[in-house]
């Protein structure tokens, strides 16, 4: 029998500066945006509580007769601990004994600066701490694509490079 949640914990994971911070703070915003005006460092770990997301819920797939598809759909509000974990390498020890199979990560990078020793970092450090399970979730997301060096070959060179690098096989909570 499978057990439904409404809290959960998301981890920022990432090098320093590529936007980790700024992302959070962008999902946190009324318009999903925020001005980027200095760079902020993450001292350690920062955590924001309670992270409220109402979405729509799809009926279960027991409840397929026509009169449930045809009811309003149902509305459920997700909360969500926010994890920003520092990107300083001083700190990469210590986030070691938070990473677990009960998170979702979202790998933080930069497009116009790809670094792929640090992405390979997270990347084996998440599968190995979170016995590479299919629940726990790896969002890939790429930061400063705004850069005149992020032009589309750029950005597909990198894509490729992560999906050959990545493959869902061998990364089984990859998205």
Request: charged share 20%.
């Amino acid at each position: 029998r499978s057990a439904s949640w409404s809290q959960c914990k998301v981890m920022f994971v990432g090098q320093e500066a590529v936007g980790k911070t700024t992302l959070i703070a962008a999902l946190r915003s009324k318009k999903n945006r925020t001005a980027c005006t200095e760079d902020i460092s993450t001292d350690g770990i920062r955590i924001t509580r309670d992270w409220a997301v109402r979405a729509k819920v799809p009926p279960p797939p027991s409840a397929a007769s026509a009169a449930h598809r045809s009811a309003p759909p149902s509305y459920r509000t997700f909360y969500f601990d926010l994890w920003d974990l520092g990107g300083q390498e001083v700190f990469y020890p210590t986030h070691n004994f938070f990473l677990t199979t009960n998170s979702i990560y979202v790998l933080v990078f930069n497009f116009a600066k790809f670094e792929a020793s640090r992405v390979d970092y997270w990347m084996h450090s998440i599968r190995l701490l979170s016995g590479n399970s299919r629940s726990a979730p790896i969002l890939l997301v790429g930061t400063h694509t705004d850069a005149r060096v992020c032009d589309r070959r750029h950005v597909a060179a990198v894509v490729d490079q992560i999906r050959r690098s990545y493959a869902r096989y061998r990364f089984r909570g990859m998205m």
